[in-house]
C-alpha cells in the first residue's frame, strides 16, 4: 500500500506549478518496465508468505529431519543450499528472511550453535543468479529490460556461480566465526 500511494503522489506532485508539469506523467508511467517490477515484487511476496504461512520452517524441518542434519557442518551446508534454492525464486532479502528462522529451530534441536549456520545462510541468500526473479539486476539482463542475456547464458553463468559461493560460503564463513571469537 505504501508503494502504490507514493507511486500515486508521483501524479499530483509539480516540478513546475505554472507550467502544470507533474513529477510522472501517464505517457511516462506507461513506458515502465511494469513485468519487471510484478516479477521481482511477486519474489517478495513470495517470501513473505512462505515465512508467513509457517510453510518455509515445515519444509525446512521436514528436509532437516529426512537428511539426518545433526552436526554444526551439517546444518551449515544446508542451510547454504537452502538459501541459494530459496534465492533462485524469491528476492534476496526474502531469502534471508525465510531461511534463516528456518535455521535456528533447526540448530537449536540439533543442539549446535545457531550463529554459523544462520551467518552463512544470510550470506548464500544473496547467491541467487541463475533465474530473472532473483534479483532486479537478472530480470533486466534477462530481457524485461534490455534482452541482453539469454535465459540459457543466465541459467549457465549463475549455476557457476552458485556453486562457487556455496563453496566459498561453506569453507570461509566458520573460519571467520572461530577467527572473531563468535562461536
Do not use: C, H
Amino acid at each position: 500500500m505504501v508503494a502504490v500511494l507514493g507511486a500515486a503522489l508521483l501524479f499530483v506532485l509539480p516540478t513546475n506549478w505554472r507550467e502544470r508539469r507533474f513529477t510522472l506523467t501517464w505517457s511516462e508511467a506507461a513506458r515502465i518496465d511494469w513485468g519487471t517490477i510484478l516479477l521481482f515484487g511477486s519474489g517478495i511476496i513470495f517470501g513473505s508468505l512462505l515465512a508467513d504461512t509457517g510453510l518455509a520452517e515445515r519444509v525446512g524441518n521436514g528436509l532437516a529431519g529426512a537428511l539426518g542434519i545433526g552436526s554444526g557442518i551439517a546444518l551449515t551446508v544446508f542451510a547454504v543450499l537452502l538459501a541459494i534454492l530459496v534465492s533462485e525464486t524469491t528476492s534476496n532479502t526474502a531469502s534471508a528472511a525465510v531461511v534463516v528462522p528456518i535455521v535456528i529451530p533447526i540448530a537449536i534441536a540439533a543442539g549446535v550453535d545457531p550463529f554459523t549456520p544462520a551467518l552463512a545462510a544470510t550470506f548464500a541468500a544473496s547467491f541467487g543468479l541463475m533465474l530473472p526473479v532473483s534479483t532486479p539486476q537478472n530480470a533486466i539482463g534477462y530481457g524485461y529490460g534490455s534482452g541482453a542475456v539469454p535465459i540459457t547464458k543466465m541459467i549457465r553463468s549463475g549455476a557457476a556461480f552458485d556453486v562457487l559461493g556455496a563453496i566459498l560460503i561453506m569453507l570461509l564463513i566458520p573460519v571467520m566465526v572461530a577467527a572473531v571469537g563468535f562461536a
